[in-house]
């Protein structure tokens, strides 16, 4: 019995150690995360309402890009942060719809207003220069 309570204890250590190292190295992976800039729209070829999907920041991540009926810019990860499904732009009633179940976000903000979703949609982060719209980078919300 006590060779197996030293072999619980220390594999419980060395579980514990594990964790705590991948932790630390998750705070240094973030600080150091660095996004591509990537030209996404022209500014002057958007009218409100209308929207362009694109890829950020690989082409492995759909993305959408609205402008609001107040002439305002916003992007989001296409991908529903219940199950992934892509969510479809409705700038008419000011929601993005995720058909998969009945999920609903706030175009303005990303926030989940129906549905399953808990979480905010993933938004791109956008920067103006001139009439040329870029994506510079992800940010990952949890409320």
Known sequence: RR???KFLVLTS???FVGNVWIY??????KSEEAFPESPI????????????????PTVNDPCILVKTPEQ??????????????????????SSFYCPCHEGRFDLR?????????????TRVVLEMRG??????????RTT
């Open 72 to 93: 305002k810019l916003v992007a989001y990860s296409q991908k529903c942060t219940h199950l992934s499904c892509a969510v479809i732009p409705r700038p008419a009633e």
């Open 3 to 5: 060779q197996f309570t």
């Open 109 to 121: 903000t990303g926030v989940p207003i129906a549905g399953p979703p808990r979480r905010p949609l």
């Open 131 to 140: 009439q040329d719209i870029y994506a510079v980078g992800v940010e990952e």
């Open 41 to 56: 729209a022209i500014a002057s070829d958007l009218t409100a309402g209308s929207v362009k999907l694109f890829q950020y």
């Open 24 to 29: 630390v190295k998750s705070l240094f992976a």
């Open 13 to 15: 250590f060395g579980m």
